[in-house]
């Protein structure tokens, strides 16, 4: 195992190699650099590219428990995860609701996070300028709690420090929106229904992970008419520890698969190996026999069924041995 540190120019010069496979995670601008700069190579590669993976809320289900998952997930290590809840889609009958219950449950559980070291700050002043940015532009939505500001006189700007904030109903074309956000940032949206909640997710690029807080009923549903890397009804997050289950993206949120036995299949080259024993005649000669061509061609138009195909098999093995040997007898 060598490991190789540098910019951008060891990275290019790395995935022009000849490798049996390339792995990458990370956005999907550099990906598309990644796979132009093996296709000459017809190198393989596996892409997780994160995106923005939403959440479905719907009636029928405990909200309260419902918006605590949300929010575990949603600001876990800053909201720097690839597959952080990126943007809730909520139905207008527990809209209201649900937003009482996460302004709640971002205070209690992250009560003074500017102050708090379990917080963490954003990797780094990049990011946070990013994220600031995309507050303090005019997004057209209201701002539940936190913002682009910290607290006065608490915070130095050097901190890398963003709030954990809430937006409800920024406007489509904002970068809350339109940007994967990766940060500690939640938009909500409104829909009337179940159905707009899926038109929204298919008129954008096919997300990493999709999370459903609905019915079983409601939740097939939506399963059944949408296409995610993968899909968690009832929590969020928390597929990623599962070793037994496939991980990775579709689309503009990757391709391939890791995890355990995906994992390993993934990377390895599943090559046919077939062994042939040379003692007895094999029927695959030219000339074809032209009494055996004959039995074939009955076989397959004939279309037997199950037992006479079964047994019909089972004659021409004992049968053709014989055939071939009693041949070659005559030819000697």
Request: net charge positive.
């Amino acid at each position: 195992v060598r490991c190789v540190l540098g910019g951008a120019d060891v990275s290019s010069s790395l995935v022009a190699q000849r490798f049996d496979h390339i792995v990458y995670t990370g956005g999907s601008r550099v990906a598309k650099l990644i796979m132009a700069a093996a296709a000459p190579n017809m190198t393989p590669v596996t892409l997780e590219l994160g995106g923005k993976s939403p959440v479905v809320m719907c009636p029928g289900v405990d909200l309260k428990e419902a918006c605590l998952r949300v929010i575990t997930a949603k600001f876990t290590n800053t909201g720097q995860t690839c597959i952080a809840p990126d943007f809730v889609l909520a139905e207008k009958g527990v809209r209201d609701e649900m937003v009482s219950l996460m302004v709640k449950a971002v205070h209690d559980m992250l009560r003074d996070s500017h102050k708090a070291e379990h917080y963490g700050r954003l990797v780094n002043a990049q990011s946070a300028e990013r994220i600031r940015s995309a507050l303090e532009e005019d997004h057209g939505g209201k701002v539940l709690c936190g913002g682009a500001e910290a607290p006065a006189g608490e915070v130095e700007q050097a901190h890398r420090f963003v709030q954990p904030t809430l937006v409800l109903d920024p406007r489509k074309e904002s970068k809350l929106l339109q940007e994967e956000i990766f940060g500690p940032v939640l938009p909500i949206i409104t829909v009337e229904s179940v159905n707009e909640a899926i038109d929204y997710i298919n008129a954008n690029p096919k997300p990493l992970a999709l999370y459903v807080f609905a019915p079983a009923a409601t939740a097939e549903q939506v399963i059944s008419n949408t296409s995610s890397g993968a899909v968690v009804v009832g929590d969020a997050l928390v597929h990623k520890g599962n070793p037994h289950l496939p991980f990775g993206g579709i689309g503009n949120s990757g391709m391939g698969r890791m995890h355990g036995l995906h994992g390993f299949r993934e990377l390895s080259n599943e090559r046919a190996v077939m062994y042939r024993p040379l003692f007895m005649p094999s029927p695959l000669r030219l000339p074809i026999n032209g009494t055996l061509a004959k039995a074939a061609y009955a076989y397959a138009t004939l279309r037997p069924g199950k037992a006479l195909r079964r047994h019909f098999l089972k004659l021409l093995a004992v049968l053709l041995p014989l055939f071939l040997l009693l041949r070659r007898r005559r030819l000697r």
